[in-house]
């Protein structure tokens, strides 16, 4: 199921930054944790971070640690990531995704762990 879900994508200079914003209210509320991917023109879908539902523990893919943040507002029923330092190859389509498996584990990045997508947000880091 693809819904309106993110938002907060644009155009960013090299080293600005973005917040993205997902809506997970509008996923079931089953979910056990919130996924972030992204995909730039021509590559495979890549994992950028995970926030569990229940202990808002979180990962992060190498190419984003120390510049993202992942974070959540249970009272919103929203989750954020943070993007800091932006760079170029950090341009792509951005997605938030719901999994309803708590066991993801080291899979929090496979796209098959996911049963809910939002239909995503462009950002873009250019001069």
């Known amino acids: 199921q693809v819904q309106s879900v993110e938002s907060g994508g644009g155009l960013v200079q090299p080293g600005g930054s973005l917040r993205l914003s997902c809506a997970a209210s509008?996923?079931?509320?089953?979910?056990?944790?919130i996924g972030w991917f992204r995909q730039a023109p021509g590559k495979e879908r890549e994992g950028v971070s995970i926030?569990?539902?229940?202990?808002?523990?979180?990962v992060y893919a190498d190419s984003v640690k120390g510049r993202f943040t992942i974070s959540r507002d249970n009272t919103k029923n929203m989750v954020y990531l943070q993007m800091n330092s932006l760079k170029p190859e950090d341009t792509a389509v951005y997605y938030c995704?719901?999994?309803?498996?708590?066991?993801?584990?080291?899979?929090?990045?496979?796209?098959?762990?996911?049963?809910?997508w939002g239909q995503g947000t462009q950002v873009t880091v250019s001069t």
């Open positions: 995704a719901a999994t309803t498996d708590s066991r993801y584990g080291r899979k929090w990045n496979k796209g098959d762990m996911y049963d809910y």
């Open positions: 509008k996923f079931t509320p089953h979910y056990r944790a």
């Open positions: 926030i569990s539902s229940s202990d808002g523990s979180t």
